[in-house]
């Protein structure tokens, strides 16, 4: 007896003092606010929150890889008290507060000469407004007078000022505002807010896809808020780092600037804030909403899916992604080539997205792998289907399946999974080479051609470069970069040689006919024209359209009823709500456009995320009210605009061409601090600033 | 030679520490959600067992049989395997965060493991000589693997399968562990 207690002792002695030599010989420095909040987690080290172990899951909080509430097997009381050891809210971080559009700048002179009663109602009701803007604040302050908690003051420039540690949310003053100018929303509220005919917006507001608050970001860059920038965006993108890279930015073709001068960048200055938080290493902190129990299914992993499956994650919802391929970002990942979009970059993002505590199946197909009846089955409460547009159309001309000839996203796809480290995808490159088609994805296939070495690259298009529907910086780097463009081409046939393999391409020259009905005129082809180019590899990317072979699955009864358009795209009961005919299946992105941008995708996976929210709240799903849905408030877009000075546009950089023809490095570059505030200072604040145009 | 690997065969299949003799099966249940969390909990009870096989054989040997103290081999052990993670999580975190941050993490949920404890006490119980120890640690550590990667397979797929309601998540993870064990049975007579 004595013996056993004096060797357990002695063990016990000899292993503490080992452990307790060892613990400063081997000391690192760590994070002490690791050790506090595994002190605070259950300590059960079940592994339920995904991660091995409470000290794992700490440190994952701790480097913003997880979020407060991640225990299963604590209460709502630890994840504040997490939260609360890293600054945050937890889950009920929807802190209300009273926020003002209107933020003032030059204000215009007054529209009329009003001497009644000094109440911006009053003024709206007489007049419809003061300033010449009939959006913009009127400035006579009924916000001030209803605030029972002197929060709200006019501020020298004449626009309210919300001090938001007085500020409760009691929406006082949103209720009186005659313009919706200051306004009173939950984070949930904002992040299914959607642009409406009575706001105040910008005209690169309203015509974003996704409706990011751009001027809102450029004066927070201006003020060098980075970070409140990145959030900004965020509220709308969660795809920042590579919308900044790959968007053709339609918010710039309507800059109100652009009327004058060149166009904001506001596509650089969104990667510039994107690449500003990457660079930091570091996720800024991403608040959800505590769970709500219900589930959500979200098919394909692509922008669209990843949006969506964002914003519900956002407001409490439970997500798992579904994808057939080995990676997340759809198109993106494997459409896109390495040297607009590189695969770090990504990576990067989609983590981001992923931590915040949504479940993703890599390799599993919608149809044969599972079926809608089976995630019915695993208790989903509803399926959002963003299967992207992944079949190519074919050419329909003769030998267009001969040895060589491959198809766009077949063949882009392909190659991509070969970079990615799978052997087997490799494809034999010709030396000659042309790609027929003249869209974003015919661009990537030649530019993937030259970096791979093919001697001569053409380009086979229908119409004309005006006509191109792929974005012009794509076709100026094509152009650069040496690809031989052929115009007003009708393939006719590819022809072989002896071996079945394809030697040539045959066309027919053409002419541009009298405008059709869209305004485009009709290419019509010259008789006798016939022209050969000699060629060892031919891509024909003229097109794509989603996959829904999946509805032909007997044994997914609920699938067949979908319903689905001539071009295959899911049919939704309205394009506001993207609800299909099947209650609880919603569609977004290329899925229900057909082949279409990053952004469109990603203000369709919200907008698809909003309806699935109402869905599964049990309440009507319903357009938003008022809302502008690709359309213009009409008094915003001007023809002129008097006073502006030109200021020189920000010059993107990029590698030099022979740099960047040899490799598959990142081409186009971003732009540095001191632009991106240069920058800034051109943005007009349009629509929130009052703009005089006559003066 | 032969002897060997017939002991290793033995271990990693027909004496499979999981589906043979039931034991660690807390973490297999927990860490087999995911194929890349099985597969670096695999990869450090690899390690562990191996360096805790070799470690109990050495007190066994020459603290415990000399003064006949083996009827606190249990208690012994455990402080010795807990001390040896933590120690071997020390180490590796200063000296080689590459192979901590893929194995570290899972290092303090194998310092409760009953695998590992098990695997020790049957070395010790079979008398293995110090390489068959090192052998059999090893070949439990490579069943434990193989069998929680196989199970993580399974596990991804019934998530998306149609499971009752009252049996789905750990449930039917019990279930498909039982019906996975039953399949390793046929391998009992080959050794
Ligand atoms: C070559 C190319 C270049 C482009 N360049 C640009 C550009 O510069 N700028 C721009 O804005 N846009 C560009 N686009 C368009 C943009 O990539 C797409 O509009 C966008 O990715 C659409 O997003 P999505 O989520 O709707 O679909 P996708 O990105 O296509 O994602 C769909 C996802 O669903 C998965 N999926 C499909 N079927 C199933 C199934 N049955 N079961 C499970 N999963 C399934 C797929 O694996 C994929 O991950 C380009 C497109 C291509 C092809
Ligand atoms: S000037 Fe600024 S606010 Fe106005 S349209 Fe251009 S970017 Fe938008």
């Not at chain 1, 809210?89 to 559009?101: F, K, L």
């Not at chain 2, 520490?17 to 959600?33: D, E, H, M, R």
Request: one cysteine or more.
């Amino acid at each position: 007896m004595t013996e056993a207690i004096l060797f357990m002792l002695g063990l016990g002695a000899a292993c503490g003092s080992v452990l307790s030599i060892a613990s400063k010989i081997f000391y690192v420095y760590e994070d002490p606010r690791i050790g506090e909040i595994e002190g605070l987690l259950a300590g059960a080290n079940c592994g339920g929150c995904g991660f091995a172990g409470c000290s794992a899951a700490a440190d994952a909080v701790v480097n913003g890889m997880a979020q407060p509430n991640l225990c299963v097997a604590a209460d709502e009381e630890t994840a504040v008290s997490v939260a609360a050891v890293m600054g945050l809210n937890a889950g009920s971080s929807e802190a209300v507060i009273s926020r003002n559009s209107c933020t003032g700048g030059n204000r215009a002179s007054d529209k009329f000469i009003y001497s009644g009663v000094l109440s911006c109602n009053a003024m709206s009701n007489f007049y419809g407004g003061k300033r010449n803007c009939t959006i913009g604040c009127l400035g006579l302050g009924d916000c001030v007078k209803v605030c029972t908690f002197n929060a709200i003051e006019i501020g020298h420039d004449g626009y309210p000022v919300v001090d938001e540690s007085l500020c409760v949310g009691c929406k006082a003053c949103e209720k009186v505002c005659p313009k919706s100018i200051i306004t009173v929303k939950t984070m949930s509220e904002r992040l299914f807010d959607f642009n409406r005919n009575d706001d105040p917006l910008a005209p690169c507001v309203q015509t974003c896809p996704a409706q990011i608050n751009i001027p809102q970001y450029i004066k927070q860059i201006r003020n060098r808020d980075f970070e409140g920038a990145v959030n900004t965006i965020r509220e709308r993108n969660p795809l920042l780092l590579a919308c900044g890279r790959v968007c053709p930015h339609p918010c710039e073709d309507i800059c109100r600037r652009g009327l004058e001068d060149e166009a904001v960048s506001i596509n650089q200055l969104k990667r510039f804030v994107a690449d500003y938080e990457m660079n930091s290493g570091k996720h800024l902190p991403v608040t959800c909403a505590p769970s709500t129990g219900k589930k959500v299914a979200v098919i394909g992993g692509g922008p669209a899916g990843l949006s969506c499956a964002f914003f519900l994650k956002r407001v409490g919802h439970d997500v798992t992604i579904f994808d057939m391929t080995p990676k997340l970002g759809g198109m993106i990942r494997y459409g896109i080539p390495e040297y607009r979009l590189p695969k770090e970059v990504l990576e990067w993002e989609i983590e981001g997205i992923l931590n915040l505590g949504i479940e993703h199946h890599a390799n599993v197909k919608l149809g044969t792998d599972f079926t809608i009846s089976s995630l019915v089955a695993s208790g989903y409460d509803a399926v959002f289907l963003g299967i992207g547009a992944w079949k190519d159309y074919a050419l329909k001309i003769e030998g267009e399946d001969l040895k060589g000839c491959f198809t766009g996203i077949n063949f882009l796809s392909n190659f991509s999974l070969f970079q990615q480290g799978d052997s087997d995808k490799e494809i034999k490159i010709g030396k000659k080479c042309a790609v027929i088609g003249g869209g974003n994805t015919a661009i990537d296939c030649v530019r993937t051609l030259i970096r791979l070495g093919v001697e001569e690259v053409y380009i086979v298009y229908r119409r004309t470069r005006n006509e191109m529907p792929a974005n012009m910086v794509e076709i100026e780097a094509a152009e650069h970069e040496g690809i031989k463009f052929v115009f007003l081409a009708a393939p006719e046939k590819v022809l072989a040689d002896e071996d079945g393999h394809i030697k040539g391409l045959e066309y027919l020259k053409m002419e541009l006919g009298e405008p059709d009905a869209s305004g485009r005129r009709r290419p019509v082809p010259i008789k006798g024209s016939e022209t050969v180019i000699e060629l060892d590899m031919l891509i024909t990317a003229i097109g794509q359209g989603p996959d829904v072979s999946f509805k032909n699955n007997k044994s997914d009864i609920r699938l067949n009823q979908l319903a689905t358009t001539r071009w295959d795209t899911i049919d939704s009961v309205d394009p506001e709500t993207l609800q299909s005919n099947i209650p609880y299946i919603f569609t977004g992105g290329d899925a229900a456009t057909g082949a279409s941008l990053v952004v469109e995708a990603i203000g369709g996976g919200r907008r698809a995320a909003r309806s699935i929210d109402l869905y599964l709240k049990g309440e009507k799903v319903t357009p938003p009210e008022n809302s502008l849905f690709e359309k213009n408030i009409p008094e915003s877009i001007f023809e002129s605009v008097s006073g502006i000075n030109p200021i020189e546009r920000a010059k993107m950089p990029e590698l030099p061409v022979d740099e960047r023809i040899k490799s598959f490095v990142e081409a186009d570059l971003v732009i540095s601090e001191e632009s991106a505030l240069k920058e800034s200072n051109r943005c007009l604040t349009c629509c929130v600033t009052c703009y005089n145009k006559d003066s | 030679m032969g002897d060997y690997i017939v002991l290793a065969i033995s271990c990693i299949f027909v004496n499979n520490i999981l589906l043979a003799q039931f034991l660690g099966n807390c973490p297999f249940l927990g860490t087999s959600k995911k194929m890349e969390t099985a597969t670096g909990m695999a990869m450090a009870v690899v390690f562990v067992l191996v360096l805790a096989g070799i470690i109990t054989w050495l007190t066994n040997a020459f603290i415990l049989k000399p003064f006949n103290l083996e009827y606190l081999r249990t208690i012994s052990f455990i402080l010795v395997i807990a001390s040896l993670v933590q120690f071997v999580e020390m180490f590796l975190k200063k000296s080689m965060p590459a192979l901590y941050a893929g194995l570290g993490i899972f290092l303090p949920l194998i310092t409760t493991n009953c695998a590992v404890m098990g695997a020790c006490l049957i070395n010790i119980k079979e008398d293995y000589t110090f390489i068959e120890t090192v052998i059999s640690s090893f070949s439990y550590a490579v069943g434990f693997g193989l069998a929680l990667i196989l199970f993580a397979g399974v596990r991804e797929r019934i998530l998306l399968a149609r499971v009752p309601k009252p049996l789905q998540d750990t449930s039917i993870g019990l279930i498909t562990a039982g019906i996975i064990a039953m399949a390793f049975f046929a391998f009992k007579g080959m050794v």
